[in-house]
């Protein structure tokens, strides 16, 4: 079984004042220990956006496939599939100063977690659910591996609330696992 998911906080009014809150925010992703971009979208800026910003066509967030079979999980970004992709990566191009950093890279690279134990697929089904019901993803494509209802001795997916290696180490593009990284755990991006 596999889905697919992109990041994508979608506006919603604040509860404690009735305000809109703007849906174009990142994601924290508890399993990977890393924040990855939510979709932009004009129409969901708030007032106080700089006109830099505001000019920005509409982006996907990065997207997260959970493979259950492979016990695979990869983080990519979904500008690949964008019709809007040259005008995007132009007016990040043209704002790269204005934002902060001309030097950002568009698209993000991929992200690869194979070879998952069963308590970290878990650890990923369960935080995916929860920021599904959180609406700080969307499901792209797929159904949504079910939870399970009961966890018996030795099969928690995390005992302490982040999980059983708090977060998980990709493997980026170019790296090739090795047995011996295999054997060490989680594996560490190499540059």
Do not use: Y
Request: net charge negative.
């Amino acid at each position: 079984m596999q889905v697919v998911l992109e990041c994508w906080a979608r506006t919603e009014e604040d509860r404690e004042n009735g305000v809109p809150r703007s849906g174009n925010r990142n994601v924290f992703c508890i399993p990977s220990g890393s924040t990855l971009r939510g979709r932009w979208r004009n129409s969901d800026t708030v007032l106080g956006v700089s006109q830099d910003l505001g000019s920005l066509p509409d982006m996907p967030g990065q997207c997260i496939k959970i493979d259950t079979k492979a016990n695979a999980v990869t983080i990519f970004d979904g500008l690949n599939d964008s019709p809007n992709l040259d005008a995007i990566l132009g007016a990040w191009k043209k704002l790269g100063d204005s934002i902060g950093n001309g030097s950002i890279h568009r698209p993000e690279r991929e992200l690869r977690f194979p070879n998952r134990t069963k308590a970290q697929m878990e650890e990923w089904i369960i935080w995916a659910h929860s920021a599904l019901n959180a609406k700080l993803l969307v499901v792209r494509s797929g159904q949504m591996p079910p939870l399970l209802e009961r966890f018996g001795p030795g099969d928690s997916p995390a005992d302490d609330g982040l999980g059983p290696d708090k977060a998980q180490k990709p493997i980026e593009d170019d790296d090739k696992p090795s047995d011996k990284a295999a054997d060490k755990g989680p594996q560490k991006p190499q540059k």
